[in-house]
């Protein structure tokens, strides 16, 4: 979680992510942490899961660009 995060961060400095995506996105996966930490594994990543498919659905609305380290990041994580 802490390279999702660090992805999204990344992107956040270049400047080319909707601070409003991004934010949501750090808490989200600050809660799928915290889940678990608690042995809330399935939890855990479901809640992940969700923030994965929410930046899927920014990047077609143009909310999170198309490249730079999160499009690479989604580009090698996949939502079953």
Do not use: C, T
Request: cysteine-free; glycine content about 8%; charged content about 35%.
């Amino acid at each position: 979680m802490r390279m999702f995060d660090d992805a999204i961060r990344s992107q956040e400095a270049i400047g080319d992510i909707d601070p409003r995506v991004a934010a949501k996105a750090h808490e989200k996966i600050r809660k799928a942490a915290r889940k678990y930490e608690e042995g809330h594994q399935n939890a855990a990543r479901d809640q992940v899961a969700g923030v994965l498919r929410d930046l899927v659905k920014a990047a077609e609305k143009g909310d999170v660009p198309s490249s730079g380290p999160l499009a690479d990041f989604l580009g090698a994580w996949r939502v079953r």
